[in-house]
T-cell receptor, first 115, second 109 residues
Framework: GAVVSQHPSWVICKSGTSVKIECRSLDFQATTMFWYRQFPKQSLMLMATSNEGSKATYEQGVEKDKFLINHASLTLSTLTVTSAHPEDSSFYIC???????????FGPGTRLTVL | GQNIDQPTEMTATEGAIVQINCTYQTSGFNGLFWYQQHAGEAPTFLSYNVLDGLEEKGRFSSFLSRSKGYSYLLLKELQMKDSASYLCASMDSNYQLIWGAGTKLIIKP
């Protein structure tokens, strides 16, 4: 099946720094990528929808200036958490919609810990 | 390697019971999740099992057998709104999620 990867898988950073998380579709082209965050034993909360070559659409309550999303190609989207604070510590998961069959595939997640 | 399998599609009748199975091979197993996803929406958390046994939550129950690498989601008294995709995901020793492809559940009147 199609594979979505995320890098890094785990990151610890100091408060005030910025962290970039990559989401790649390894063997397919993704028209759309989604970014979620998940708190322990809770549902995935959709943060934004990213279409290749256009600006991301953010969900209500998600700060677009804090969570910068770039979808530069059909296989790569990046989420940058700017000026990270401890409350941003969470599990960030991306997913990608395969262009041909319109199926959604999830990445393994990135665990962000902000000290 | 790490692997997770679940059926692609299942059909059941309104009011009936359906069991969706999930088998996994995960290094350093840290629990198994079940999510429900309606088309066009974000997945909704249903359950998390890390110990063997059955956990019941209303009409939904989830079972785990770590020795067999096996879990199932049991849905009782099916309703039309239960038509959705059901995703199982195991968590490995690095707290990474390994996702199943999802089971599309079709409920017929």
């Amino acid at each position: 099946g199609a594979v979505v990867s995320q890098h890094p898988s785990w990151v610890i950073c100091k408060s005030g720094t910025s962290v970039k998380i990559e989401c790649r579709s390894l063997d397919f082209q993704a028209t759309t990528m989604f970014w979620y965050r998940q708190f322990p034993k809770q549902s995935l909360m959709l943060m934004a929808t990213s279409n290749e070559g256009s600006k991301a659409t953010y969900e209500q309550g998600v700060e677009k200036d804090k969570f910068l999303i770039n979808h530069a190609s059909l296989t790569l989207s990046t989420l940058t958490v700017t000026s990270a604070h401890p409350e941003d510590s969470s599990f960030y998961i991306c997913s990608a919609i395969e262009r041909e069959v319109l199926e959604q595939f999830f990445g393994p997640g990135t665990r962000l810990t902000v000290l | 390697g790490q692997n997770i399998d679940q059926p692609t599609e299942m059909t059941a009748t309104e009011g009936a019971i359906v069991q969706i199975n999930c088998t996994y091979q995960t290094s350093g197993f840290n629990g198994l999740f079940w999510y429900q996803q309606h088309a066009g929406e974000a997945p909704t958390f249903l359950s998390y099992n890390v110990l063997d046994g059955l956990e019941e939550k209303g009409r939904f129950s989830s079972f785990l057998s770590r020795s067999k690498g096996y879990s199932y989601l049991l849905l009782k008294e099916l309703q039309m709104k239960d038509s959705a995709s059901y995703l199982c995901a195991s968590m490995d020793s690095n707290y990474q999620l390994i996702w199943g492809a999802g089971t599309k559940l079709i409920i017929k009147p």
